[in-house]
């Protein structure tokens, strides 16, 4: 049972009422508040609404999906029915907020929805990909082969995006360490430099030394100015970035981005042909498959062309026609494709497809930190180099004044 607050109106009186109630669901807990002639006006479990960090904290892993789907396609291949599959896989997940969702799910199935419309009560969860081919194991029979090309193809997305993310986190945390130093330098080190050459009537800073001290004063009576401005503009950023204009601008820098460009490239490559393959593996309708991987590659402009793709096979052009000339698909993808029109092998040809970029994935991630760490060292030298020489050329020059007065006495 789930505990639930609730704010409630009472239906004789009008009076509103807030309290808490145990229940098994939400659905449950507003039928319960009906029973008892209240007006439920809102429901909220476990005593209130989470914050965006809650929800970040409570995100369901990708290895808790994919050991769901195993586990439950076992289960279905060995003849258990649907809802004692559900109930032997909860009670196994250790995930409580996953474990409640599949609880849920079983009410659901047990009212009489089918498993894919359940599902589909929980986008957050289970996306239209793994939606489309539970729904496409349901009509054909086969629910169990869906399930585990399920976890098959969550393990490769997973593990590529994993290997990508794993290629950016070098170099970002070599700039942030590069950063802070450089702050470090400018708040404590060139400070005691001016400090040296204030006693000394005459004696000028060189340009550069003057230049990094003017940065090392900004930073040390206005960092809150900073932080304001970093702050404001990170969080414009990251509204502009959900809007039409800013998915497509980004979207399409990942794509062209020097070193990363063809990373993403390949990246959106293989994803495409695995959730291809996989769908249509399943028997779900061409049509159907390009839209689910339209929204599937997470790219508007290779969404994009996939669209227009499949409008021309509305037209009556076959997929590796409506692909082919399409600028943000290699001629590899489309020719693959034909292979399998042509053969009767759709599926094991975008498998191959897949694979083939995977790899080619792997690969680049290889030549990037083969580059970028050249490069890195080379900007972490001219920073250094700037850094010693606004500290030393002072010293110097103060070495020459004092030995200049010395003289002149």
Do not use: C
Not at 86 to 105: A, C, G, H, P, W
Not at 180 to 202: C, E, K, N
């Amino acid at each position: 049972m789930l505990t639930y607050t609730y704010t409630a109106r009472e239906s004789s009186t009008g009076k509103k009422i807030k309290a808490e109630l145990q229940a098994e669901s939400e659905k449950a807990a507003a039928k319960l508040l009906k029973e008892r002639g209240l007006q439920a006006l809102e429901i909220t479990q476990e005593g209130g609404k989470k914050s965006p960090l809650d929800k970040i904290l409570k995100r369901i892993p990708t290895k808790e999906k994919v050991i769901f789907s195993r586990q439950l396609s076992t289960l279905i291949n060995a003849g258990l029915p649907i809802v004692q599959s559900l109930q032997n896989v909860s009670e196994q997940t250790s995930n409580k907020t996953f474990s409640s969702i599949i609880n849920s799910i079983i009410q659901d199935v047990e009212a009489g929805s089918s498993f894919s419309v359940a599902l589909s009560k929980y986008p957050k969860v289970f996306n239209n990909v793994y939606i489309s081919l539970v729904a496409a194991g349901e009509t054909s029979g086969t629910l169990d082969v869906s399930l585990e090309r399920l976890a098959n193809q969550q393990e490769k997305d997973a593990d590529i995006i994993s290997k990508v993310r794993g290629a950016m986190i070098y170099p970002i945390i070599v700039m942030v360490v590069m950063m802070a130093v450089v702050i470090f330098m400018l708040t404590t080190v060139l400070p005691q430099v001016q400090v040296l050459y204030d006693g000394l009537p005459g004696a000028e800073l060189p340009l550069l030394t003057k230049v990094l001290l003017s940065m090392s004063n900004a930073l040390i009576n206005y960092w809150w100015i900073f932080i304001v401005i970093l702050v404001f503009f990170a969080f414009m950023f990251s509204r502009w970035a959900r809007t039409g204009p800013g998915k497509q601008v980004i979207d399409q820098l990942k794509m062209t981005m020097w070193p990363v460009g063809p990373l993403f490239v390949k990246l959106y490559m293989a994803r495409f042909s695995r959730t291809g393959a996989t769908l249509v593996g399943s028997g779900v309708p061409l049509l159907q498959m390009l839209g689910i991987t339209a929204e599937a590659v997470n790219n508007v402009h290779i969404a994009s062309s996939i669209n227009k793709a499949a409008e021309k096979v509305k037209g009556g052009k076959s997929l590796s026609e409506g692909l082919m000339g399409e600028p943000h698909f290699p001629d590899l993808v489309p020719n693959m494709i034909r292979i399998g029109e042509q053969s009767g092998a759709m599926e094991a040809m975008m498998g191959k497809s897949a694979d083939y970029y995977e790899k080619e994935v792997d690969n680049q991630i290889k030549a990037i930190s083969t580059l970028v760490e050249p490069v890195l060292m080379i900007i972490m030298g001219i920073v250094a180099f700037l850094i010693v020489a606004a500290v030393l050329l002072p010293i110097y020059g103060l070495v020459g004044h004092v030995g200049v007065s010395g003289v002149g006495r």
